[in-house]
């Protein structure tokens, strides 16, 4: 199996990283939110038609702002995310999927001070089994990074 990485959004740290492959489909995401920034994500899949929770990466503060999203997984699958990176941590991310856009969190900073950086990724994945998951890190605010694992698969076409 092959895994390709597209991103990451934001800026990577070696330190606090972490990675969620080989899981079945996505069914939820789970992410946490001051005013400014992203502070963790956690994912949910169903598996064997249990939903299982992952680790949740990020701070662990209390009373943190929380937003669920929810995908249909039974027809419903990531092809990409795209996002604003402010200073060190995450301060807008959308999920793409093959069904519509999921704004999970979006920052707004008025016009006075430094622009955030924009990243986009769109991987324009057909089948569900292309996506190959997550990885990303945290530092001590939040959700400094984030990116998609890709599995390509081959398309045979008849010779003409």
């Known amino acids: ?24 489909k996505i069914s939820h995401i789970f992410i946490t939110f ?8 956690q994912f949910g899949y169903v598996e064997n038609g249990d939903l299982v929770m992952s680790k949740k990466y990020g701070s662990y503060e209390e009373n943190q702002s929380t937003r669920i999203l929810r995908l249909n997984h039974e027809s419903e699958f990531v092809t990409g995310i795209s996002g604003e ?15 519509r856009k999921h704004e999970a969190f ?29 990885f990303g890190s945290y530092n001590y605010a939040g959700l400094s990074s984030i990116g998609l694992y890709l599995e390509p698969i081959l398309v ?5």
């Open 1 to 24: 199996m092959v895994l390709l990485k597209l991103g990451p959004l934001g800026r990577y740290d070696d330190k606090n990283h972490w990675e969620e492959t080989g899981r079945g």
């Open 34 to 41: 001051c005013s400014s920034y992203v502070q963790s994500i």
């Open 85 to 99: 990176k402010y200073y060190s941590t995450i301060s807008s991310l959308t999920f793409h999927t093959n069904k």
């Open 106 to 134: 979006h920052a707004d900073f008025g016009s006075d001070i430094r622009r955030p950086e924009r990243f986009e990724f769109l991987a324009e994945i057909q089948d569900h089994l292309e996506f190959g998951g997550f």
């Open 156 to 160: 045979h076409s008849p010779n003409c």
